[in-house]
């Protein structure tokens, strides 16, 4: 179950990052972030409700909202380094947040067996040349190499946290709850800051009311990967459970290849396959 949920989550959050880098094209990434994670929360709130989550209120939501606040800070660090690129460099890089919860798995005791450690170190090599490196072209920048580490620290920081978060089902609603309501305040926050500095909203024709469809996926894509990850870490090894759900960078390139035909590079096409035979190392461990 570990393996299932852990490549659940590879899927949703892989299909959320390509609906976000569409949506970004049009709309300031600032603007994508409050508005998928708002409907996210009003959603996960109804859900709340509904379970009456509200009765799993207690110690272990502080590291929902620790997520929550590092998540966005996290995120905005790597569309900046987005920004700065080359892309080649920057996303592959951010994929070391994979090292933050097999870290602390490894501190509380857990000692992956041979073929797991194997899968291991095969699909996180997968997963960094199935982003694409740029081996050679222009000259990186410190600061994107600083920022993408940042972030990578920071999504580390979030699977770590948001698998802490809760013990039970209906506890896990509430905890990505109180997640979503702070990423929401955060972004909102920063949002306001980039407008009084000058930064746009909404682009230039006005709110594009016609991705509504599509924000409502990204930010329930995220919260359903979130949800499957924290099952993940309880069914099986953090170490495992994270590598499987770090596989999200071939499910984007692969989404990329079939919507918008962009064409594989050949070190991206050898990293999927090594991601793949990583998690059937895994899986068989």
Do not use: K
Not at 89 to 107: C, M
Not at 124 to 148: C, D, E, K, N, S
Not at 195 to 200: D, M
């Amino acid at each position: 179950m570990t393996a299932f949920f852990a490549l659940i989550t590879s899927l949703l959050w892989g299909l959320a990052d390509f609906g976000g880098g569409l949506l970004t094209r049009r709309t300031p990434a600032l603007t994508v972030v409050v508005v998928s994670q708002a409907i996210a929360a009003v959603v996960l709130g109804a859900i709340v409700l509904a379970t009456g989550g509200w009765s799993e209120t207690g110690s272990r939501l502080w590291f929902a909202f620790a997520a929550g606040l590092v998540g966005p800070v996290a995120l905005l660090c790597f569309y900046q380094a987005l920004a700065l690129g080359p892309m080649g460099v920057v996303s592959p890089l951010a994929t070391l947040s994979v090292a933050v919860p097999v870290g602390v798995g490894l501190v509380l005791g857990e000692r992956p067996g041979l073929f797991q450690a194997a899968g291991i170190a095969v699909a996180v090599t997968g997963v960094v040349l199935a982003g694409g490196p740029q081996l050679r072209g222009a000259a990186v920048q410190r600061r994107a190499i600083l920022m993408t580490l940042v972030a990578a620290v920071g999504f580390g920081t979030v699977f770590a946290l948001i698998a802490e978060a809760s013990t039970t089902v209906t506890g896990l609603f509430l905890a990505l709850f109180v997640q979503r309501v702070t990423n929401v305040a955060v972004g909102g926050a920063a949002l306001v800051v980039s407008v009084r500095r000058g930064g746009a909203a909404v682009p230039e024709g006005g709110f594009p009311w016609g991705s509504l469809p599509a924000l409502a996926f990204v930010g329930l894509a995220d919260v359903a990967a979130n949800g499957t990850y924290a099952m993940a870490t309880r069914s099986g090894p953090v170490t495992v459970a994270a590598v499987l759900a770090s596989l999200y960078p071939v499910v984007t390139a692969l989404a990329a290849r079939g919507f918008l035909s962009e064409r594989l590079r050949g070190i991206q096409t050898a990293g999927a396959g090594l991601a793949l035979l990583g998690t059937l190392l895994l899986a068989t461990g």
